[in-house]
């Protein structure tokens, strides 16, 4: 799940632009993450506090809220703790 200002990178085309030197493209990384099987969920008031429409998300992008994310972490027989 995106957060904070990482909802920036659920933007169409955002994540063309983030390379670290060593790595392929973050966006060629989301596209293998996504043919795997993988969603993307991004949290709606992060959205909403820096003004991002659905409209300008991509097209794998899920919008949830708190509820929906304890759900998911309830049900996972993995998670990972940031």
Partial sequence: ???VTGV???TTGYAEHVHAPG???LAEL???FFE???QLMVC???LQARKIS???LIPQAQIIAGAT???ELLSASNTACY
């Fill in 54 to 56: 659905p409209q300008q």
């Fill in 44 to 46: 709606s008031p992060c």
């Fill in 8 to 10: 920036f990178l659920a």
């Fill in 30 to 32: 989301m596209e293998l």
């Fill in 69 to 71: 994310l304890v759900s």
């Fill in 36 to 38: 795997a099987g993988g």
């Fill in 23 to 25: 790595f392929p493209p």
């Fill in 1 to 3: 799940m995106l957060q």
